[in-house]
Protein backbone atom coordinates (compact mmCIF):
# COMPACT_ATOMS: atom_id res chain seq x y z
CA UNK A 1 0.00 0.00 0.00
CA UNK A 2 1.88 3.22 -1.04
CA UNK A 3 2.25 6.52 1.52
CA UNK A 4 -0.31 8.19 -0.30
CA UNK A 5 -3.40 5.38 0.65
CA UNK A 6 -1.91 5.04 4.22
CA UNK A 7 -1.92 8.85 4.73
CA UNK A 8 -5.33 8.88 3.38
CA UNK A 9 -6.30 6.25 5.72
CA UNK A 10 -4.96 7.89 8.22
CA UNK A 11 -7.05 11.13 7.66
CA UNK A 12 -10.28 8.69 7.87
CA UNK A 13 -9.17 7.51 11.06
CA UNK A 14 -8.62 11.16 12.60
CA UNK A 15 -11.64 11.44 11.21
CA UNK A 16 -13.50 9.01 12.95
CA UNK A 17 -11.66 10.07 16.46
CA UNK A 18 -12.35 14.08 16.43
CA UNK A 19 -15.81 14.42 15.05
CA UNK A 20 -19.07 13.78 17.19
CA UNK A 21 -21.67 13.70 14.92
CA UNK A 22 -22.16 10.83 12.18
CA UNK A 23 -23.64 13.02 9.47
CA UNK A 24 -20.45 15.23 9.04
CA UNK A 25 -18.17 12.37 9.78
CA UNK A 26 -19.53 10.34 6.99
CA UNK A 27 -19.52 12.83 4.30
CA UNK A 28 -15.68 13.19 4.87
CA UNK A 29 -14.93 9.98 5.22
CA UNK A 30 -16.10 9.33 1.87
CA UNK A 31 -15.01 12.09 0.58
CA UNK A 32 -11.23 10.26 1.51
CA UNK A 33 -12.36 7.14 -0.06
CA UNK A 34 -13.20 8.88 -3.40
CA UNK A 35 -9.16 10.12 -3.30
CA UNK A 36 -8.43 6.90 -1.77
CA UNK A 37 -9.13 4.90 -4.64
CA UNK A 38 -9.06 7.49 -7.49
CA UNK A 39 -12.91 6.86 -8.14
CA UNK A 40 -15.00 9.10 -10.41
CA UNK A 41 -17.74 8.90 -7.19
CA UNK A 42 -18.37 6.74 -4.15
CA UNK A 43 -21.65 5.72 -2.22
CA UNK A 44 -22.13 4.32 1.25
CA UNK A 45 -25.40 2.27 1.52
CA UNK A 46 -26.77 1.61 4.85
CA UNK A 47 -29.37 -1.40 5.96
CA UNK A 48 -33.18 -0.45 7.30
CA UNK A 49 -34.51 -3.33 8.48
CA UNK A 50 -37.92 -2.15 9.01
CA UNK A 51 -38.40 -2.04 5.24
CA UNK A 52 -35.70 -4.40 4.46
CA UNK A 53 -33.82 -1.86 1.85
CA UNK A 54 -30.85 -0.19 1.49
CA UNK A 55 -30.27 3.21 0.84
CA UNK A 56 -27.62 5.54 0.25
CA UNK A 57 -26.73 7.44 3.32
CA UNK A 58 -23.99 9.43 1.40
CA UNK A 59 -24.04 9.79 -1.78
CA UNK A 60 -21.27 11.28 -3.82
CA UNK A 61 -21.63 12.98 -7.50
CA UNK A 62 -24.57 14.78 -8.52
CA UNK A 63 -27.55 13.19 -10.64
CA UNK A 64 -28.91 11.61 -7.90
CA UNK A 65 -31.07 12.52 -4.55
CA UNK A 66 -31.27 9.40 -2.90
CA UNK A 67 -31.04 5.13 -4.02
CA UNK A 68 -32.96 2.98 -2.17
CA UNK A 69 -32.48 -0.92 -3.26
CA UNK A 70 -34.55 -4.09 -1.79
CA UNK A 71 -32.24 -6.07 0.41
CA UNK A 72 -30.36 -8.72 -2.45
CA UNK A 73 -31.01 -6.47 -5.07
CA UNK A 74 -28.72 -4.73 -7.16
CA UNK A 75 -24.61 -5.08 -6.66
CA UNK A 76 -24.86 -3.47 -3.11
CA UNK A 77 -27.88 -4.83 -2.00
CA UNK A 78 -26.52 -8.67 -2.65
CA UNK A 79 -23.28 -8.11 -1.45
CA UNK A 80 -24.43 -6.52 2.03
CA UNK A 81 -26.92 -9.55 1.44
CA UNK A 82 -23.80 -12.59 1.26
CA UNK A 83 -20.97 -9.83 2.98
CA UNK A 84 -18.96 -10.75 0.03
CA UNK A 85 -17.24 -8.38 -1.92
CA UNK A 86 -17.98 -7.85 -5.50
CA UNK A 87 -15.40 -6.37 -7.34
CA UNK A 88 -16.78 -5.80 -11.57
CA UNK A 89 -14.55 -4.73 -14.12
CA UNK A 90 -17.79 -4.39 -16.58
CA UNK A 91 -20.81 -3.16 -14.91
CA UNK A 92 -22.90 -4.02 -17.57
CA UNK A 93 -22.03 -7.45 -17.52
CA UNK A 94 -23.27 -8.12 -14.48
CA UNK A 95 -26.68 -9.10 -14.48
CA UNK A 96 -26.66 -7.40 -10.91
CA UNK A 97 -25.76 -4.44 -12.21
CA UNK A 98 -28.87 -1.91 -12.81
CA UNK A 99 -28.56 0.24 -15.48
CA UNK A 100 -31.47 2.37 -14.87
CA UNK A 101 -29.18 4.71 -12.50
CA UNK A 102 -27.04 5.39 -14.87
CA UNK A 103 -30.32 6.47 -17.47
CA UNK A 104 -31.52 9.08 -14.45
CA UNK A 105 -28.19 10.57 -13.54
CA UNK A 106 -26.96 10.67 -16.86
CA UNK A 107 -23.41 8.94 -15.39
CA UNK A 108 -21.94 6.00 -17.53
CA UNK A 109 -20.66 3.32 -15.10
CA UNK A 110 -17.64 1.41 -16.17
CA UNK A 111 -16.48 -0.44 -12.99
CA UNK A 112 -17.65 -1.22 -9.50
CA UNK A 113 -15.97 -2.10 -6.31
CA UNK A 114 -18.44 -2.74 -3.80
CA UNK A 115 -17.02 -4.15 0.17
CA UNK A 116 -19.61 -4.87 2.79
CA UNK A 117 -19.76 -2.79 6.10
CA UNK A 118 -20.22 -5.52 9.28
CA UNK A 119 -20.42 -4.81 12.65
CA UNK A 120 -19.48 -6.95 15.60
CA UNK A 121 -20.97 -10.57 15.48
CA UNK A 122 -21.37 -9.96 11.59
CA UNK A 123 -24.60 -8.15 11.45
CA UNK A 124 -24.41 -6.57 8.33
CA UNK A 125 -24.44 -2.33 8.41
CA UNK A 126 -24.38 -1.32 4.93
CA UNK A 127 -21.87 -1.53 1.73
CA UNK A 128 -19.26 1.23 0.65
CA UNK A 129 -18.85 1.19 -3.29
CA UNK A 130 -16.93 3.12 -5.53
CA UNK A 131 -17.22 3.55 -9.24
CA UNK A 132 -15.17 3.76 -12.42
CA UNK A 133 -11.02 4.29 -11.35
CA UNK A 134 -9.64 7.48 -13.09
CA UNK A 135 -7.54 5.84 -15.06
CA UNK A 136 -10.18 3.56 -16.32
CA UNK A 137 -8.33 0.43 -14.93
CA UNK A 138 -10.46 -2.25 -12.85
CA UNK A 139 -9.91 -2.11 -9.24
CA UNK A 140 -6.92 -4.74 -8.13
CA UNK A 141 -6.67 -6.52 -5.12
CA UNK A 142 -4.77 -3.17 -3.12
CA UNK A 143 -7.91 -1.13 -3.93
CA UNK A 144 -10.12 -4.44 -2.36
CA UNK A 145 -7.85 -4.06 0.34
CA UNK A 146 -7.79 -0.50 0.97
CA UNK A 147 -11.95 0.01 0.78
CA UNK A 148 -12.20 -3.21 3.03
CA UNK A 149 -9.65 -1.15 5.61
CA UNK A 150 -12.15 1.80 5.09
CA UNK A 151 -15.18 -0.42 5.55
CA UNK A 152 -14.00 -1.55 8.80
CA UNK A 153 -13.49 2.54 10.11
CA UNK A 154 -17.08 2.67 8.70
CA UNK A 155 -18.32 -0.20 10.97
CA UNK A 156 -16.35 1.23 14.07
CA UNK A 157 -17.96 4.95 13.65
CA UNK A 158 -21.33 3.76 13.26
CA UNK A 159 -21.31 1.50 16.40
CA UNK A 160 -20.03 4.35 17.99
CA UNK A 161 -22.77 6.62 16.67
CA UNK A 162 -24.79 3.98 18.02
CA UNK A 163 -23.47 3.60 21.07
CA UNK A 164 -23.18 7.76 21.89
CA UNK A 165 -27.02 7.80 20.20
CA UNK A 166 -27.99 5.36 22.83
CA UNK A 167 -26.47 7.52 26.06
CA UNK A 168 -27.57 10.33 24.27
CA UNK A 169 -31.17 9.25 24.60
CA UNK A 170 -31.40 7.80 27.95
CA UNK A 171 -29.98 11.09 29.24
CA UNK A 172 -32.85 13.00 27.14
CA UNK A 173 -35.12 10.30 28.62
CA UNK A 174 -34.26 11.29 31.96
CA UNK A 175 -35.04 14.91 31.41
CA UNK A 176 -38.01 14.36 29.89
CA UNK A 177 -38.88 12.12 32.99
CA UNK A 178 -38.01 15.06 35.35
CA UNK A 179 -39.59 17.88 33.30
CA UNK A 180 -43.37 16.20 32.63
CA UNK A 181 -42.92 14.97 35.90
CA UNK A 182 -42.25 18.79 37.32
CA UNK A 183 -44.96 20.03 34.46
CA UNK A 184 -47.41 17.41 35.42
CA UNK A 185 -47.38 18.53 38.78
CA UNK A 186 -47.94 22.20 38.29
CA UNK A 187 -50.89 21.15 35.08
CA UNK A 188 -53.93 22.27 36.23
CA UNK A 189 -56.77 19.53 34.63
CA UNK A 190 -56.69 16.63 32.73
CA UNK A 191 -56.18 18.78 29.19
CA UNK A 192 -53.06 20.78 30.09
CA UNK A 193 -51.82 17.07 31.67
CA UNK A 194 -52.63 15.71 27.93
CA UNK A 195 -50.75 18.87 26.49
CA UNK A 196 -47.85 18.45 28.56
CA UNK A 197 -47.55 14.68 26.96
CA UNK A 198 -48.49 15.35 23.41
CA UNK A 199 -46.15 18.64 23.17
CA UNK A 200 -43.03 16.19 24.70
CA UNK A 201 -44.16 13.58 22.67
CA UNK A 202 -44.00 15.66 19.34
CA UNK A 203 -41.00 17.08 19.74
CA UNK A 204 -38.99 14.59 21.03
CA UNK A 205 -40.30 11.93 18.17
CA UNK A 206 -39.96 14.63 15.54
CA UNK A 207 -43.80 14.22 14.54
CA UNK A 208 -45.98 16.24 12.65
CA UNK A 209 -48.89 16.08 14.96
CA UNK A 210 -50.18 14.31 18.12
CA UNK A 211 -53.48 13.24 20.01
CA UNK A 212 -55.04 12.44 23.29
CA UNK A 213 -57.91 9.92 23.27
CA UNK A 214 -59.41 9.14 26.62
CA UNK A 215 -61.92 6.46 27.38
CA UNK A 216 -65.81 6.80 27.97
CA UNK A 217 -66.34 3.30 29.39
CA UNK A 218 -70.22 3.97 29.41
CA UNK A 219 -70.69 4.44 26.08
CA UNK A 220 -67.46 1.85 25.25
CA UNK A 221 -65.39 4.41 22.83
CA UNK A 222 -62.64 7.00 22.73
CA UNK A 223 -63.38 10.50 22.46
CA UNK A 224 -60.03 13.30 21.38
CA UNK A 225 -59.47 14.96 24.51
CA UNK A 226 -56.51 17.11 22.62
CA UNK A 227 -55.18 17.13 19.37
CA UNK A 228 -51.61 19.21 18.26
CA UNK A 229 -51.09 19.83 15.05
CA UNK A 230 -52.64 17.94 11.81
CA UNK A 231 -56.29 18.55 12.02
CA UNK A 232 -56.25 20.40 15.19
CA UNK A 233 -58.98 21.34 17.34
CA UNK A 234 -61.64 20.12 14.68
CA UNK A 235 -60.55 16.22 15.74
CA UNK A 236 -62.13 17.18 19.58
CA UNK A 237 -65.65 16.12 17.72
CA UNK A 238 -64.95 12.36 16.66
CA UNK A 239 -65.08 9.53 18.74
CA UNK A 240 -64.01 6.38 18.24
CA UNK A 241 -65.62 2.86 18.78
CA UNK A 242 -63.17 0.65 20.95
CA UNK A 243 -62.35 -2.27 19.07
CA UNK A 244 -62.23 -0.01 15.73
CA UNK A 245 -59.33 2.08 14.31
CA UNK A 246 -55.79 1.88 16.02
CA UNK A 247 -56.39 3.70 18.63
CA UNK A 248 -59.11 1.84 19.74
CA UNK A 249 -57.25 -1.79 19.32
CA UNK A 250 -54.38 0.07 21.51
CA UNK A 251 -57.28 1.03 24.35
CA UNK A 252 -59.09 -2.87 24.16
CA UNK A 253 -55.66 -4.62 24.66
CA UNK A 254 -53.11 -2.68 25.70
CA UNK A 255 -50.79 -2.75 23.09
CA UNK A 256 -48.88 -0.11 21.52
CA UNK A 257 -48.77 -0.05 17.88
CA UNK A 258 -46.56 1.70 14.74
CA UNK A 259 -48.47 1.70 11.71
CA UNK A 260 -46.04 2.49 8.67
CA UNK A 261 -49.29 2.86 6.00
CA UNK A 262 -52.30 4.33 7.80
CA UNK A 263 -54.96 4.77 5.91
CA UNK A 264 -54.81 1.46 4.01
CA UNK A 265 -54.64 -0.20 7.31
CA UNK A 266 -57.72 1.68 9.14
CA UNK A 267 -60.79 2.29 7.95
CA UNK A 268 -61.04 5.18 10.70
CA UNK A 269 -58.10 6.75 9.53
CA UNK A 270 -59.63 7.45 5.86
CA UNK A 271 -63.09 8.48 7.45
CA UNK A 272 -61.37 10.80 9.41
CA UNK A 273 -58.91 12.04 6.87
CA UNK A 274 -61.90 12.45 4.51
CA UNK A 275 -63.37 14.55 7.21
CA UNK A 276 -60.70 16.92 8.28
CA UNK A 277 -58.27 16.88 5.55
CA UNK A 278 -55.31 15.95 6.65
CA UNK A 279 -53.67 12.85 5.89
CA UNK A 280 -52.32 10.29 8.13
CA UNK A 281 -49.20 8.17 6.63
CA UNK A 282 -46.97 6.71 9.46
CA UNK A 283 -48.55 6.17 13.63
CA UNK A 284 -47.11 5.57 17.13
CA UNK A 285 -49.63 4.60 19.45
CA UNK A 286 -49.45 4.02 23.58
CA UNK A 287 -51.93 3.45 26.05
CA UNK A 288 -52.44 5.98 28.84
CA UNK A 289 -52.50 3.71 31.58
CA UNK A 290 -52.19 3.91 35.49
CA UNK A 291 -52.27 0.80 38.09
CA UNK A 292 -53.24 -1.52 34.92
CA UNK A 293 -56.18 0.54 33.62
CA UNK A 294 -56.47 1.88 30.46
CA UNK A 295 -57.36 5.26 30.63
CA UNK A 296 -57.26 6.66 27.30
CA UNK A 297 -54.20 6.77 23.87
CA UNK A 298 -51.55 9.09 22.98
CA UNK A 299 -51.01 8.92 19.41
CA UNK A 300 -48.11 10.48 16.50
CA UNK A 301 -48.42 11.31 13.71
CA UNK A 302 -45.92 11.39 10.03
CA UNK A 303 -42.79 11.07 11.84
CA UNK A 304 -40.60 13.69 10.01
CA UNK A 305 -37.50 12.35 8.95
CA UNK A 306 -38.65 8.51 8.18
CA UNK A 307 -40.33 6.05 10.36
CA UNK A 308 -41.35 5.41 13.38
CA UNK A 309 -39.20 3.02 15.19
CA UNK A 310 -38.81 1.03 19.27
CA UNK A 311 -36.80 4.15 20.84
CA UNK A 312 -40.36 6.42 19.75
CA UNK A 313 -42.78 3.57 21.20
CA UNK A 314 -40.47 3.52 24.29
CA UNK A 315 -40.86 7.30 24.52
CA UNK A 316 -44.70 6.97 24.31
CA UNK A 317 -45.20 4.08 26.65
CA UNK A 318 -43.21 5.87 29.37
CA UNK A 319 -45.11 8.45 28.64
CA UNK A 320 -48.39 7.06 28.21
CA UNK A 321 -47.72 5.95 31.61
CA UNK A 322 -46.49 8.97 33.68
CA UNK A 323 -49.87 10.99 32.34
CA UNK A 324 -52.13 8.22 33.08
CA UNK A 325 -50.71 8.08 36.92
CA UNK A 326 -51.00 12.09 36.64
CA UNK A 327 -55.06 11.59 35.16
CA UNK A 328 -55.50 9.05 37.63
CA UNK A 329 -53.93 11.39 40.81
CA UNK A 330 -56.58 14.21 39.31
CA UNK A 331 -59.19 12.39 39.14
CA UNK A 332 -58.73 11.16 42.53
CA UNK A 333 -58.34 14.77 43.69
CA UNK A 334 -61.66 16.30 41.73
CA UNK A 335 -63.59 13.24 43.70
CA UNK A 336 -62.49 14.25 46.96
CA UNK A 337 -63.31 17.56 46.32
CA UNK A 338 -66.24 16.85 44.97
CA UNK A 339 -67.17 14.63 48.39
CA UNK A 340 -65.23 17.49 50.26
CA UNK A 341 -68.12 20.24 48.69
CA UNK A 342 -71.11 17.55 49.08
CA UNK A 343 -69.49 17.30 52.96
CA UNK A 344 -69.52 21.19 53.29
CA UNK A 345 -72.74 21.47 52.04
CA UNK A 346 -74.58 19.30 54.16
CA UNK A 347 -72.72 21.00 57.04
CA UNK A 348 -73.84 24.27 55.67
CA UNK A 349 -77.51 22.82 55.99
CA UNK A 350 -77.16 21.62 59.47
CA UNK A 351 -75.89 24.87 60.42
CA UNK A 352 -78.76 26.98 58.83
CA UNK A 353 -81.01 25.01 60.49
CA UNK A 354 -79.48 24.78 63.74
CA UNK A 355 -79.32 29.09 63.59
CA UNK A 356 -82.66 28.98 62.46
CA UNK A 357 -84.44 27.11 65.63
CA UNK A 358 -83.91 30.12 67.76
CA UNK A 359 -85.44 33.47 65.82
CA UNK A 360 -88.29 30.98 64.50
CA UNK A 361 -88.75 30.38 68.15
CA UNK A 362 -89.58 33.66 68.45
CA UNK A 363 -91.65 33.85 65.37
CA UNK A 364 -94.21 31.62 66.50
CA UNK A 365 -94.17 32.97 70.35
CA UNK A 366 -95.09 35.92 68.77
CA UNK A 367 -97.51 34.89 66.26
CA UNK A 368 -99.38 32.39 69.14
CA UNK A 369 -99.53 35.78 71.46
CA UNK A 370 -101.12 38.19 68.21
CA UNK A 371 -103.52 35.39 67.85
CA UNK A 372 -104.94 35.97 71.41
CA UNK A 373 -104.19 39.87 71.65
CA UNK A 374 -107.31 41.93 71.75
CA UNK A 375 -104.99 45.14 71.15
CA UNK A 376 -104.14 46.49 67.91
CA UNK A 377 -101.26 48.60 69.20
CA UNK A 378 -100.17 45.27 71.02
CA UNK A 379 -100.51 43.54 67.85
CA UNK A 380 -98.81 45.96 65.72
CA UNK A 381 -95.46 45.63 68.25
CA UNK A 382 -95.18 42.08 67.84
CA UNK A 383 -95.76 41.99 64.38
CA UNK A 384 -93.14 44.43 63.79
CA UNK A 385 -90.80 41.91 65.97
CA UNK A 386 -91.68 39.13 64.17
CA UNK A 387 -91.05 41.22 60.97
CA UNK A 388 -87.68 41.85 62.42
CA UNK A 389 -87.08 38.36 63.28
CA UNK A 390 -87.74 37.64 59.43
CA UNK A 391 -85.46 40.11 58.67
CA UNK A 392 -82.39 38.62 60.74
CA UNK A 393 -83.30 35.38 58.95
CA UNK A 394 -83.03 36.67 55.78
CA UNK A 395 -79.79 38.55 56.42
CA UNK A 396 -78.41 35.35 58.21
CA UNK A 397 -78.96 33.52 55.45
CA UNK A 398 -77.14 35.39 52.85
CA UNK A 399 -74.38 35.71 54.99
CA UNK A 400 -74.01 31.99 54.97
CA UNK A 401 -74.03 32.34 51.55
CA UNK A 402 -71.56 34.91 51.05
CA UNK A 403 -69.09 33.08 52.89
CA UNK A 404 -69.48 29.48 51.06
CA UNK A 405 -68.99 31.70 47.72
CA UNK A 406 -66.00 33.35 49.24
CA UNK A 407 -67.61 37.25 49.00
CA UNK A 408 -66.43 39.48 51.41
CA UNK A 409 -67.81 42.48 50.33
CA UNK A 410 -69.83 45.09 52.97
CA UNK A 411 -71.50 48.29 52.87
CA UNK A 412 -69.84 50.63 55.61
CA UNK A 413 -71.53 53.54 57.38
CA UNK A 414 -70.94 55.81 60.18
CA UNK A 415 -72.33 54.13 63.36
CA UNK A 416 -72.56 55.35 66.99
CA UNK A 417 -71.00 53.06 68.98
CA UNK A 418 -73.69 53.83 72.13
CA UNK A 419 -76.27 52.99 69.58
CA UNK A 420 -74.86 50.13 68.44
CA UNK A 421 -73.78 49.00 71.90
CA UNK A 422 -77.01 49.57 73.29
CA UNK A 423 -78.77 47.34 69.89
CA UNK A 424 -76.62 44.59 70.60
CA UNK A 425 -77.56 44.84 74.76
CA UNK A 426 -81.23 44.50 73.38
CA UNK A 427 -80.89 41.80 71.33
CA UNK A 428 -78.37 39.71 73.58
CA UNK A 429 -80.41 40.61 76.71
CA UNK A 430 -83.65 38.55 75.36
CA UNK A 431 -80.91 35.43 74.37
CA UNK A 432 -78.63 35.49 77.24
CA UNK A 433 -81.18 35.84 80.41
CA UNK A 434 -83.32 32.87 79.92
CA UNK A 435 -79.66 30.60 80.32
CA UNK A 436 -78.65 32.38 83.74
CA UNK A 437 -76.10 34.42 81.76
CA UNK A 438 -75.27 38.02 82.82
CA UNK A 439 -74.91 40.33 80.47
CA UNK A 440 -72.27 43.32 81.07
CA UNK A 441 -71.35 46.16 78.69
CA UNK A 442 -68.79 48.19 79.05
CA UNK A 443 -68.36 51.62 77.34
CA UNK A 444 -65.00 53.42 77.55
CA UNK A 445 -64.98 55.70 74.97
CA UNK A 446 -67.97 57.86 73.03
CA UNK A 447 -67.49 57.88 68.91
CA UNK A 448 -68.16 57.07 65.39
CA UNK A 449 -67.04 53.72 63.79
CA UNK A 450 -67.31 52.85 60.03
CA UNK A 451 -68.79 49.47 59.66
CA UNK A 452 -70.58 47.48 58.01
CA UNK A 453 -73.87 47.12 60.99
CA UNK A 454 -75.70 43.77 60.22
CA UNK A 455 -72.90 41.86 59.52
CA UNK A 456 -70.49 43.21 62.79
CA UNK A 457 -73.57 42.47 64.69
CA UNK A 458 -74.16 39.02 63.31
CA UNK A 459 -70.61 38.42 64.38
CA UNK A 460 -71.12 39.71 67.98
CA UNK A 461 -74.04 37.37 68.47
CA UNK A 462 -72.12 34.41 66.98
CA UNK A 463 -69.82 34.94 69.78
CA UNK A 464 -72.35 35.41 72.55
CA UNK A 465 -73.74 32.17 71.32
CA UNK A 466 -70.65 30.43 71.47
CA UNK A 467 -69.83 32.02 75.14
CA UNK A 468 -73.43 30.81 75.82
CA UNK A 469 -73.01 27.08 75.08
CA UNK A 470 -69.76 26.96 77.34
CA UNK A 471 -71.57 27.84 79.81
CA UNK A 472 -74.68 25.53 80.05
CA UNK A 473 -74.63 26.65 83.93
CA UNK A 474 -74.55 30.25 83.81
CA UNK A 475 -72.08 32.90 84.00
CA UNK A 476 -71.23 36.01 82.62
CA UNK A 477 -70.75 37.85 78.99
CA UNK A 478 -68.71 41.14 78.93
CA UNK A 479 -68.75 43.36 76.09
CA UNK A 480 -65.70 46.43 76.81
CA UNK A 481 -65.40 49.09 73.96
CA UNK A 482 -62.27 51.22 73.95
CA UNK A 483 -59.64 53.26 71.85
CA UNK A 484 -56.05 52.15 71.24
CA UNK A 485 -53.65 53.69 69.18
CA UNK A 486 -56.50 55.06 66.34
CA UNK A 487 -58.11 51.92 66.27
CA UNK A 488 -61.37 51.28 68.11
CA UNK A 489 -61.66 47.84 70.34
CA UNK A 490 -63.87 45.65 71.06
CA UNK A 491 -63.65 42.66 73.48
CA UNK A 492 -65.70 39.60 74.47
CA UNK A 493 -65.67 37.78 77.39
CA UNK A 494 -67.20 34.97 78.76
CA UNK A 495 -66.55 32.65 81.88
CA UNK A 496 -67.19 29.38 80.40
CA UNK A 497 -65.05 26.29 79.58
CA UNK A 498 -62.68 27.55 77.61
CA UNK A 499 -61.37 26.27 73.82
CA UNK A 500 -60.07 22.48 74.30
CA UNK A 501 -56.36 22.41 73.09
CA UNK A 502 -56.91 20.43 70.67
CA UNK A 503 -58.77 22.82 68.16
CA UNK A 504 -57.07 26.46 69.37
CA UNK A 505 -54.84 26.45 65.93
CA UNK A 506 -58.23 25.76 63.80
CA UNK A 507 -60.78 27.59 65.69
CA UNK A 508 -61.25 29.93 62.90
CA UNK A 509 -61.63 27.49 60.21
CA UNK A 510 -65.23 26.27 58.90
CA UNK A 511 -66.92 23.33 60.48
CA UNK A 512 -64.36 23.09 62.99
CA UNK A 513 -66.24 22.52 66.42
CA UNK A 514 -65.61 20.19 69.74
CA UNK A 515 -67.87 19.51 72.38
CA UNK A 516 -71.10 20.61 71.41
CA UNK A 517 -74.27 18.86 70.66
CA UNK A 518 -75.52 20.95 68.32
CA UNK A 519 -72.72 23.55 67.08
CA UNK A 520 -71.04 22.99 63.37
CA UNK A 521 -68.41 25.74 63.84
CA UNK A 522 -69.18 27.93 61.00
CA UNK A 523 -69.91 30.79 62.95
CA UNK A 524 -66.30 31.95 63.85
CA UNK A 525 -65.01 31.13 60.64
CA UNK A 526 -67.58 33.95 59.59
CA UNK A 527 -66.90 36.55 62.15
CA UNK A 528 -63.45 36.43 61.05
CA UNK A 529 -64.57 37.05 57.45
CA UNK A 530 -66.59 40.04 58.12
CA UNK A 531 -64.12 41.35 60.70
CA UNK A 532 -61.05 40.97 58.20
CA UNK A 533 -63.28 42.49 55.62
CA UNK A 534 -63.42 45.85 57.44
CA UNK A 535 -59.48 46.00 57.66
CA UNK A 536 -59.52 44.62 61.08
CA UNK A 537 -58.31 41.22 62.51
CA UNK A 538 -59.68 39.27 65.47
CA UNK A 539 -57.60 37.69 68.64
CA UNK A 540 -58.45 35.68 71.14
CA UNK A 541 -56.93 34.00 74.46
CA UNK A 542 -58.45 30.97 76.24
CA UNK A 543 -58.06 29.42 79.58
CA UNK A 544 -59.34 26.26 80.52
CA UNK A 545 -62.13 26.26 83.45
CA UNK A 546 -61.58 30.40 83.35
CA UNK A 547 -63.32 31.68 80.15
CA UNK A 548 -62.18 33.24 76.87
CA UNK A 549 -62.19 36.23 75.41
CA UNK A 550 -62.15 37.47 71.76
CA UNK A 551 -60.85 41.05 70.60
CA UNK A 552 -61.99 42.64 67.58
CA UNK A 553 -59.58 45.92 66.75
CA UNK A 554 -61.17 47.91 64.00
CA UNK A 555 -59.96 51.11 62.14
CA UNK A 556 -60.97 54.09 64.15
Known amino acids: MGDRRRDALLQIGLAIGSTVDIDDLLNVVMGHVTSLLSAERSTLYLVDLRRGEIWSKVLQGGGLREIRLPLGKGVAGDVVATRAIANIPDAYADARFQADFDKQSGFRTHSILCVPVTGKDGEALGAVQVLNRADRQPFDPDDERALAAVAAQIAVALENARLFAAERRKVKELDLLYSVERELAHAGDASALLDVALTRATE ?43 AGQVAADGIPRIVHDVERESPVARELAQRFGYRSRSLCAAPIQSEGKILGVLELINKRDGDFGDDDVKLLTMLGGQTGRALRLARDRAARER ?42 EYSELVARQVLGIEQMTREVLAYLRGESGFLPTQVHLDRFLGEVREVLTRELTPKNIELRVEQRTQCKIRIDEGKVKRAVINLAR ?54 TGLGLAIVKQVIEAHGGEVRFESTPGKGTTFTFSLPA
Open 204 to 246: LSNAEAGSALLLDEEKSELFFKNALGGAGAALLTARVPINAGI
Open 466 to 519: NAAEAMPGGGTFTISAWKDAGRIVLSFADTGAGIPEAIKDKVFQPFVTEGKRDG
Open 339 to 380: DERLRLLGQTIASVLHDLRSPLTVVQSYAELMADEPDVKQRR
